[in-house]
């Protein structure tokens, strides 16, 4: 969807990477970017690290994120 004049629609503010029911936290010692993981468990993107951000209330762009509690 895009507004009037080509303008993409901004991203809805609620659509937070850690809000996400596919989101699975772990630690996994020996990463190279640290033990803290973010994990993907969509079916599509099983087992790779969420897209994010996890950077104060940016949304995220990923078009599989789905609310928690459905
Ligand atoms: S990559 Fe997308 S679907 Fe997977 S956990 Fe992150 S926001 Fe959710």
Redesign the pocket.
């Known amino acids: 969807m895009s507004r009037a004049g080509g303008q993409p629609d901004p991203l809805p503010p609620d659509?937070l990477?850690i809000e996400?029911?596919?989101?699975?936290r772990t630690i996994i010692s020996g990463r190279i970017d640290g033990p803290v993981a973010?994990?993907?468990?969509?079916p599509?993107?099983d087992g790779?690290?969420?897209?994010?951000p996890f950077i104060e209330d940016l949304p995220?762009a990923?078009?599989?994120?789905?609310p928690k509690g459905r």
């Open positions: 659509r990477a996400c029911r596919y989101l699975r973010t994990l993907c468990q969509h599509v993107r790779f690290d969420c897209i994010g995220t990923c078009l599989l994120w789905e």
